[in-house]
C-alpha cells in the first residue's frame, strides 16, 4: 500500500482535483483492475499494481482521478437513467460503466497527470503489453467489455504520450493543466 499511496499522492497532487481529499482503496485479491465511481475513493487491486512499475501504475492513477474530474460518473448515470427500459415491467438496470469515449478522455488527462507529476507517460504501452499477457488469466475481467480495443488503445496513448512529453521544458508546461493537447482555456 506505500508505494501505491506514495504515486497516487504525487499524481493527485498535479491533477486538477489537487485540493479534494481524494484516496486510494488496495484490495488484495490477484485481478488486473482499478476503478472509482465518483467519489473520493479510488479502488485498486494487488494484481494490477504488482504487474506494473511505477510509470505504468502512475498512468493508471492519472487515469481513475481522471474519471473523476472529468465528471464520467455523473455522465454516465445521467445516460444510463435517458436509457432506462421501463417496458414490460422490467427492473430498471444502471450500466455502471463509462464509454468508451470516457475512457479515451480519462486516458489522455490521466497521462497528463503522470507525466505532470514526474512519470514517464510513454510507459503507458507497457499496460497493454502486461494486458497481452494476462488477456486469458481471471485477472482480465471487466477490460474487454468497457474499455477501447487494446490495438487502437495503444496506438492512441503512444501518440499522446509523446505529445504531452513534447510540452516538458516548453514555457507552456508550468500551465499545461490548464492548456495542453486536449483543451486550452486560452
Same mark, same amino acid.
Given at each position: 500500500?506505500?508505494?501505491?499511496?506514495?504515486?497516487?499522492?504525487?499524481?493527485?497532487?498535479?491533477?486538477?482535483?489537487?485540493?479534494?481529499?481524494?484516496?486510494?482503496?488496495?484490495?488484495?485479491?490477484?485481478?488486473?483492475? #482499478?476503478?472509482?465511481?465518483?467519489?473520493?475513493?479510488?479502488?485498486?487491486?494487488?494484481?494490477?499494481?504488482?504487474?506494473?512499475?511505477?510509470?505504468?501504475?502512475?498512468?493508471?492513477?492519472?487515469?481513475?482521478?481522471?474519471?473523476?474530474?472529468?465528471?464520467?460518473?455523473?455522465?454516465?448515470?445521467?445516460?444510463?437513467?435517458?436509457?432506462?427500459?421501463?417496458?414490460?415491467?422490467?427492473?430498471?438496470?444502471?450500466?455502471?460503466?463509462?464509454?468508451?469515449?470516457?475512457?479515451?478522455?480519462?486516458?489522455?488527462?490521466?497521462?497528463?497527470?503522470?507525466?505532470?507529476?514526474?512519470?514517464?507517460?510513454?510507459? #503507458?504501452?507497457?499496460?497493454?503489453?502486461?494486458?497481452?499477457?494476462?488477456?486469458?488469466?481471471?485477472?482480465?475481467?471487466?477490460?474487454?467489455?468497457?474499455?477501447?480495443?487494446?490495438?487502437? @488503445?495503444?496506438?492512441?496513448?503512444?501518440?499522446?504520450?509523446?505529445?504531452?512529453?513534447?510540452? @516538458?521544458?516548453?514555457?507552456?508546461?508550468?500551465? #499545461?493543466?490548464?492548456?495542453?493537447?486536449?483543451?486550452?482555456?486560452?
Amino acid at each position: 500500500m506505500t508505494r501505491l499511496q506514495e504515486i497516487f499522492t504525487k499524481v493527485h497532487q498535479r491533477s486538477h482535483l489537487a485540493q479534494m481529499a481524494l484516496r486510494p482503496v488496495l484490495i488484495e485479491k490477484d485481478v488486473f483492475q #482499478a476503478y472509482t465511481l465518483g467519489g473520493l475513493e479510488v479502488v485498486f487491486y494487488t494484481g494490477l499494481t504488482e504487474s506494473l512499475s511505477d510509470d505504468g501504475l502512475a498512468v493508471i492513477v492519472g487515469h481513475e482521478i481522471a474519471h473523476i474530474a472529468a465528471g464520467h460518473a455523473v455522465e454516465q448515470v445521467s445516460r444510463d437513467v435517458v436509457n432506462l427500459d421501463h417496458n414490460h415491467n422490467q427492473e430498471a438496470r444502471l450500466s455502471g460503466f463509462y464509454s468508451v469515449e470516457a475512457e479515451y478522455e480519462a486516458d489522455m488527462i490521466g497521462l497528463l497527470y503522470a507525466t505532470l507529476a514526474g512519470y514517464d507517460g510513454r510507459k #503507458a504501452a507497457e499496460i497493454w503489453e502486461t494486458l497481452a499477457g494476462i488477456r486469458q488469466s481471471p485477472k482480465f475481467n471487466l477490460f474487454t467489455t468497457t474499455h477501447p480495443p487494446d490495438a487502437l @488503445r495503444d496506438t492512441r496513448l503512444r501518440q499522446q504520450a509523446a505529445d504531452i512529453m513534447a510540452l @516538458r521544458g516548453t514555457a507552456n508546461w508550468q500551465d #499545461a493543466l490548464n492548456c495542453n493537447p486536449l483543451y486550452c482555456a486560452k
